[in-house]
């Protein structure tokens, strides 16, 4: 199983971001996905849930509103769309597969940093 984040960076706030989480060796289409962050000193944080056939999304309150999670099983991947970002969305962004149906196990994946400074 793996997990791989991409299209973390650095923006300025105000600007827009896209993650993507490119997922293999499991069966992707209708395993639940999340996305996690985790700034420094800061304990990990739920950011967005997808249900596993994406019927049904969930986001934290910190980001409704602003924050997009979709999933294209065709690709094996889950996306987040984050707009509207303010300096407080900087941290690391992980991709975020938990036990469930299809897995006897949760599996991360590394992380991409995100950073909103001007």
């Known amino acids: 199983v793996q997990l791989v984040e991409s299209g973390g960076g650095l923006v300025q706030p105000g600007e827009s971001l896209r993650l993507s989480c490119a997922a293999s060796g499991f069966t992707f289409r209708g395993q639940v996905m999340n996305w996690y962050r985790q700034a420094p000193g800061k304990e990990r944080e739920l950011v967005a849930h997808?249900?596993?056939?994406?019927?049904?999304?969930n986001y934290a309150d910190s980001v409704k509103g602003r924050f997009t999670i979709s999933r294209m099983d065709a690709k094996n991947t889950v996306y987040l769309q984050m707009s509207s970002l303010k300096p407080d969305d900087t941290a690391k962004y992980f991709c975020?597969?938990?036990?469930?149906?299809?897995?006897?196990?949760?599996?991360w994946g590394r992380g991409t940093q995100v950073t909103v400074s001007s």
């Open positions: 997808i249900s596993g056939i994406g019927a049904t999304t």
């Open positions: 975020h597969a938990p036990r469930g149906l299809y897995l006897n196990r949760d599996y």
